[in-house]
């Protein structure tokens, strides 16, 4: 199994970008997506999260300008970012909590990590 992110780019202050993410291989079922972000030297962090029912959260600062979503049949998590600020600039990585289908347990998995930077 694996995921591939994508999306990530340069885009000046007030714009937007949508970050995808795909997972591909042999599933049984996908649990929880998210989407997390990390700056050079500072804690990965979780951005936004949605469950298998489709509940999402959202870190306070960007609560109202980004957006999370899932496809159920194409086992993809999105995330559209709109309003960006330069403080969002990170590398953005993408997790989803899945089973494959030789496996039986529930594992996280992640992808490689897409760069997104806010800047005019």
């Known amino acids: 199994v694996q995921l591939q992110a994508s999306g990530g780019g340069l885009v000046q202050p007030g714009g937007s970008l949508r970050l995808s993410c795909a997972a591909s291989?042999?599933?049984?079922?996908?649990?929880?997506m998210a989407w997390y972000r990390q700056v050079p030297g500072k804690q990965r962090e979780l951005v936004a999260a949605i469950t298998g029912d489709g509940i999402s959260n959202y870190a306070d600062s960007v609560k109202g300008r980004f957006t999370i979503s899932r496809d159920f049949y194409k086992n993809t998590v999105y995330l559209q970012m709109n309003s960006l600020k330069p403080e969002d600039t990170a590398i953005y990585y993408c997790n989803q909590n899945l089973r494959p289908e030789w496996g039986k347990f529930d594992e996280d998995y992640w992808g490689k990590g897409t760069l997104v930077t806010v800047s005019s």
């Open positions: 291989g042999s599933i049984f079922r996908v649990n929880n």
